[in-house]
């Protein structure tokens, strides 16, 4: 962990670096907006989860659970069953990527409707691809629709890869319930600067989405750190050398950059009035926290066995808040601090992300008082990373009131604030 802060730090950063110690400005707007239901990939390692996995996952309250369902594989059964298994230990529904083979699909669609009967987990919703379409046709729609109706779940249609390909091959929307595609930084730079600056294109993508299919709820499914494959590949992709990861993973997945940068994602989806968004898988190289059994290459990912990763924290903050609203902020520099404020009939907070690897200043403005302020300052070998528990139940230091209504607050490289407010 130490290895890879230091590697971040040493990273190149922009010009203007040297100037970014002026404070920036956060102020709430007032305008509110549902939160989007949020959700959590199924691991890709394909291991059951343990007693203290699943206590943990449980509390960040996720609303349902992402998982590949590749009906022309002959394993997608032993797929389905221990993603239903998972459900029913998290109590949150399914979201299933269900993917039609390049031919037919009707037999295979009537055997999972049979084992969804069969089975003790709910469904949220269907997302719907076939092998072979870039986007779902009229035709996989309809099949999808005459098999999968009787249950009463949602179906959408849309792709497994990013805008480009919606934009490109644009699915009927008129037959599908929803419309959903994916989401990484990691098109065309890979460096933090540039990765700091996606989650503010997030919102073009969604005003977009909206013009093309008007009145469809939007389904962002899922956020990933790193591409999970090539969608313009012509030729299968080679496994990775034995002392390589493999191309989905990025080691940087444990960092605290990544919880920033989850943070300030989550805002501009929220804001932009996504309907529902999956982020990441539950455990392993490209999910919140490790395995138990450890890193399977702990020379290029240098996890704890157990540990969870900064990431953990960002979706920590906003389970509490589920079925509440999002607030609207604004940040003057917001490639150096992020703000997401939330609402519950309970309580409201605001928290800052800062997406740089030096310290902050950030003044908070347009709020009556800030009682409570919760650090998250993810320094190598510290409690966060098998105390989460204690952590998340802490509200933090009590403030006293701030002048005019305007209080400083400074954030440690990559770190995370959490201020609990009356607006």
Known sequence: QEILLKRIARRPRPAIAAEVRSPLRIALTGVRRPLPALGIGSASHGQPLTVREVARLGALRFAHLRTEVRLGRADWLEVLKLAQQQSAQLRIPLELAVHLPAQGGARELDELVHQLRAGVAAVARFLLFRAGEKTASAASLALAHTRLTPLGVPIGAGTDADFYQLNQFRPPHEQADFVHWSMNPQVHAFDLPSIAETPAAVAA??????????????????????????????????????????????????????????????????????ASVTFFETTGWQGVMERESGSPLPSRFPSQPGQVFPAYYSFGALGAFAGGEVIFTHSSDPLRVESIAL???????????????????????????VTHRLDFDFSPGGRWQFEPDSILRSIGSEL???????????????GLVRLELRP
């Open 205 to 274: 993508q969604l005003e977009s989405a909206r013009m093309f299919f008007p009145n469809k709820p939007l389904v962002v499914s899922p956020v990933t750190f790193k591409p999970r494959f090539n969608p313009v590949a012509t030729a299968r992709e080679k496994p990775p050398a034995p002392e390589d990861l493999p191309q989905p993973v990025d080691s940087r997945q444990l960092s605290p950059f990544v919880a920033a940068w989850t943070m300030a994602m989550i805002k501009h989806l929220a804001e932009k009035g996504a």
């Open 343 to 369: 609402a519950n009939e309970d309580s409201t907070c605001l928290w800052l992300a800062n997406l740089t690897a030096i310290r902050q200043t950030a003044i908070v403005a347009g709020f009556t008082r």
């Open 400 to 414: 006293a009131p701030a002048a005019e209504h305007e209080l400083p607050i400074e954030l440690a490289p990559f």
